[in-house]
């Protein structure tokens, strides 16, 4: 539940972003992706600096959640709970149909 929920919102990113994603979740990436996570944590306790934001304590949360099993229940439990209120992020966004040729 918690990867279909996870893998719908990276599919809603630009390339770019899937990409970074991908490599960050990546099994032999562990150590990038636990300082990631804990950075944005960190980011997201501190979000009322300017630069930083409150997303980046979700975000960091679902990191972690993937090397340390104590989180992963809150966040699946958070993801489902994101998915009720919200069903359209957790949908795949259609591919665009290429315009019509006129003629």
Known sequence: MRRHHRDA???RLPAR?????AWL???????????????LVVGGVFSFLPV????????????LAEDIPLL???CTRLLVW???KRPDLF?????????????
């Open 17 to 21: 972003g899937q990409r970074m994603a």
């Open 25 to 39: 979740l990546a099994e032999e990436h562990k150590i990038p992706r636990m300082a990631a996570g804990s950075l």
């Open 52 to 63: 930083l934001g409150l997303w980046m304590l979700p975000l960091g949360l679902l990191l």
């Open 82 to 84: 994101a998915a009720q």
């Open 9 to 11: 919102l990276i599919a």
């Open 91 to 103: 949908t795949l966004p259609a591919k665009e149909a290429p315009p019509a040729p006129k003629g």
């Open 72 to 74: 992963r229940g809150l």
